[in-house]
Structures are given as C-alpha cells and as structure tokens.
Nanobody, 119 residues
Framework: VQLQASGGGLVQAGGSLRLSCAAS????????MGWFRQAPGKEREFVAC???????YYSDDVRGRFHISRDNAKNMVYLQMNSLKPEDTAVYYC??????????????WGLGTQVTVSS
C-alpha cells in the first residue's frame, strides 16, 4: 500500500482543515486506516483511525473536534479537523495496516503533511 497525504497548511486557532490521504492498491477496503501526528520535539502519537468495517477511534485530545472517514470507492481517507488549537500543530501522517489501534505501529506510512495553527 502506498499512501499520499495532503491538505495541510496554516490556519488560525478555531479554524478548520481537512486532510486527505490517497491510497494505492485494490485491497484498500480491507485495511484499517489511521492518522498520526508528530509535533516538534515530541514522539509520534495516534490521532484517529477507522477500521475496514467503519469503526472509529479518537485520541482524547481530538475527540469531538476531529472526524475521520473513508471512501472505499475512491481509496481515500479523510481527517476533518475543527476547532483547531495551537497544540494541534504537527506533521500529520496517514497510515495503514490490517488493524490500527491507538498503540499500533502500522506497517505502511505516507509522507506527512504539515499543519500549523497560529494563536
């Protein structure tokens, strides 16, 4: 599976962004998909995931503000980010594996996309 994330940018606090991740491969619908992020000086952390059956999980930091979704017909996964905070500033990575959980270390990663939230 090859992954390509896009949609990052600079936004003011309280604003919104939507990240997109395009995946290659005919077996996309069988994979769990997730978003992780890494802020400067910090370890990469789980943000959200959506399983192949549609179940979703969110980190406590983003639950209620972010929404993950997938479109199996287009091999796409999205992360709608609302009410953004400066602490959401990070490089965001799309990831894939058979199952993704908050503690997962997925096998497949895309290049990251930078999200910067100004105060």
């Amino acid at each position: 599976v090859q992954l390509q994330a896009s949609g990052g940018g600079l936004v003011q606090a309280g604003g919104s962004l939507r990240l997109s991740c395009a995946a290659s491969g005919r077996t996309f619908r069988t994979y769990g998909m997730g978003w992780f992020r890494q802020a400067p000086g910090k370890e990469r952390e789980f943000v959200a995931c959506v399983w192949n059956v549609g179940l979703t999980y969110y980190s406590d930091d983003v639950r209620g503000r972010f929404h993950i979704s997938r479109d199996n017909a287009k091999n796409m996964v999205y992360l709608q980010m609302n009410s953004l905070k400066p602490e959401d500033t990070a490089v965001y990575y799309c990831a894939a594996d058979s199952v993704i959980l908050p503690t997962s270390k997925p096998r497949y990663w895309g290049l990251g996309t930078q999200v910067t939230v100004s105060s």
